[in-house]
């Protein structure tokens, strides 16, 4: 276990950050020296992946905890995953082994042990459809927990591990050896319509360039234009408490879930008022996906926030929907 002082906490949206305490720890018996130290200290504490879904302060007076988990086993018919594997890596790990059901998730930034906790999904896939059970450790009783898929209590971008004081060590991903492909999501239909694709030739290799190619143009790049992938969750309501007003139903993205609840595609909401915004000089909508937030990578934390408050306000006062982060806003 290694404990550092001031310490950068790297994030995707390059907020200069740094954390009082930040403690890289890579072997589980070290938990109980960290427990103790957690103890002692009395501070706040953050679990960090690879920070391309948090909105951190300039000063997190705290203790960051870093785990370095990077084995990869396969027992039966499952395969366990330290926390901090890349998650990408991981990906083209199982497809390399004709392992089913990962494809759909490709390019997504982070770690394996970030992916359950806001249930990671893309492209008519989630997580929670792959694993089997998350290993944690939890830092304030000093016990180790092991949760079943359902224990975890998935749902969209939301799981039971969220704002918990457990460590995940290790993710459990059942192994699939069906061939079937996941084709449904409609711009993997309009790819393979518009570049007349015969869908039998495609294997899950070919599906994910294919993923990549659509994210690729619809995404930046964190490593280029900094970013936390989509700021704001697509809102699940009852269609009927929409306000329209001057507005058509149809000018919305609406995706029915069941005969009472819709959700709301976030992005045109945003695309429908955007020109309301007060112009921040740090912070600014992606011109390609209006979910995403970028910055000039001199943003700080108050600058996000106030754009994402601004954009939220409106949002509400105009179509009475609430909406809400995505990332972990880190507070002290
Ligand atoms: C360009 C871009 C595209 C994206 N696209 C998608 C997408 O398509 N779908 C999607 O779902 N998300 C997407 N995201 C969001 C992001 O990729 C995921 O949320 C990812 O899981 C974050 O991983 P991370 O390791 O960077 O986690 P971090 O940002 O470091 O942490 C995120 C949260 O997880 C917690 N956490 C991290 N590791 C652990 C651990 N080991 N134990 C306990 N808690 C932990 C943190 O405390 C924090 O609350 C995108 C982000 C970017 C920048």
Known sequence: MKILENHIIINSLKIKSVSSYYIEIDNLTCFNKLHDFINIKDL?????????????????????????????????????????????????????????????????????????????????QEVSNLIEEVHCYDYKKN?????????????????????????IYKVVFRINNSNK????????QSYIDDNKIDKDSLNQKLLSKIICKIRNKNLPDPNIIPNAGSFFKNPILKENDIKIDNLSINDLVIWKLDNTYSKIGAARLIDLIKNKLNINENVFIYDKHSLVLITNSKASQNDILDFASQIQDIVFDTFNITLEIEPTVIIN
């Open 143 to 167: 016990i180790f927990i092991k949760l079943t898929n359902e224990q975890c209590n998935f749902s969209y971008r939301d799981s039971l591990l969220k704002n918990t004081n457990l460590i």
């Open 181 to 188: 492909l996941n084709l449904n999501y409609h711009s993997i």
């Open 44 to 124: 706040p504490v953050i679990i960090l992946g690879e920070g391309t879904n948090i909105v951190p302060p300039n000063l997190f007076n705290g203790i960051a905890v870093k785990p370095s988990f990077t084995q990869i086993d396969f027992k039966d018919n499952f395969v366990e995953v330290g926390a901090s594997v890349n998650w990408n890596f991981f990906v083209n790990h199982m497809i390399n082994k004709n392992i089913n059901g990962f494809e759909n998730l490709s390019l997504i930034p982070g770690s394996v042990g970030a992916a359950p906790i806001q249930n990671i999904g893309a492209y008519g």
